[in-house]
């Protein structure tokens, strides 16, 4: 009776990981027949197949996107982000997992809170701020923001990694009398490979595929985005809807291809913050 309960439990777990892969995947697949599409074989029928794709929507896709100018903005960005977040947070993990004091842990918690403040509720502040500090219409302004929403989660995934190191990895050290700062570079973060993909994969996602922040804080069409870049397809009375789909493949092929490198990263970190964070 158990082994026949076991095995219906198994079909309908199986059935229901079916369907939600086919909800998840049909969008991204639809997306992507559309982009080998001509614009009469979308009039006829949005899931028509071509046999003799449009290759050509994707030379489009690109050059009407300014693909190459808009992508080194964003990867400008990116970069930069990634580096601020690792460094800093990295370092406030390690203080917080290794400080007591009440005052650091209340700093921990103030921090987690800003996962609740979506970026919309404060963006006319923060709008006002940037334009009082001459940085608005900046790549620099995308890199303060951008830095500062990702502070929470990553946050969380690198003090539940740091919980699981024993502290006794770095007594030696701190007895032979190499300081926090030192132990810190030496001993805790070369072992942190897990939590620094991890958040690396997240915070490179979010600035990505972020097309409002932008939009706003961003005047100058030279300075814009790839997210963002997508708005030349759209007019007021009609949207090119093959190139579309083709600049939207292009920009999600290179996430596509950096999670299959580093899943198994990504989910030994997710996993180690949401258990010990």
């Known amino acids: ?31 992507l027949i ?25 030379a489009d896709g690109f050059a009407k996107s300014n693909f190459l100018k808009y992508g080194l903005n964003t990867v400008a960005i990116l970069v930069s982000v990634v580096a601020v977040n690792i460094l800093s947070c990295s370092m406030a993990a390690y203080a917080i997992t290794r400080f007591g004091f009440r ?4 700093s921990y918690y103030l921090f987690i809170t800003g996962m609740f403040v979506p970026s919309q509720l404060i963006i006319i502040p923060l709008f006002g701020t940037l334009k009082a500090l001459h940085i608005l219409n ?3 302004s995308l890199v303060l923001v951008y830095s500062a929403i990702n502070i929470p989660i990553s946050l969380i995934i ?30 805790i973060f070369p ?9 690396s994969i997240l915070v490179s996602l979010y600035i990505w595929r972020d097309f409002f ?9 030279a300075k814009k985005t790839l997210a963002v870049g997508l708005l030349a397809f759209m007019n007021q009375f009609s949207t090119d809807w093959n190139p579309l789909s083709a600049a939207m493949v292009l920009q999600i092929l290179p996430f596509v291809i950096l999670f299959l490198f580093f899943q198994r990263y990504f989910i030994k970190g997710i996993a180690s913050g949401a258990v010990k964070g």
């Open 191 to 199: 072992i942190a490979a897990v939590p620094v993909a991890t958040c």
């Open 34 to 58: 559309v982009s080998l599409n001509s614009e009469a074989d979308l009039m006829k029928n949005p899931l028509h197949v071509s046999l003799n794709p449009r290759f050509s929507n994707y």
């Open 1 to 31: 009776m158990m082994n026949t309960a076991g095995r219906l439990w198994k079909i309908f777990s199986y059935a229901f990981l079916i369907v939600v892969s086919i909800v998840i995947l049909f969008p991204l697949l639809n997306i």
């Open 138 to 140: 900046t790549l620099f």
């Open 213 to 221: 922040l932008p939009l706003v804080l961003i005047l100058s069409p």
């Open 158 to 187: 690198f003090a539940g990694f740091f919980k699981t190191i024993p502290r006794e990895l770095e007594e030696s050290a701190l007895i032979d009398g190499c300081g926090y700062f030192r132990s810190y570079f030496k001993i």
């Open 103 to 106: 005052e650091v842990r209340l």
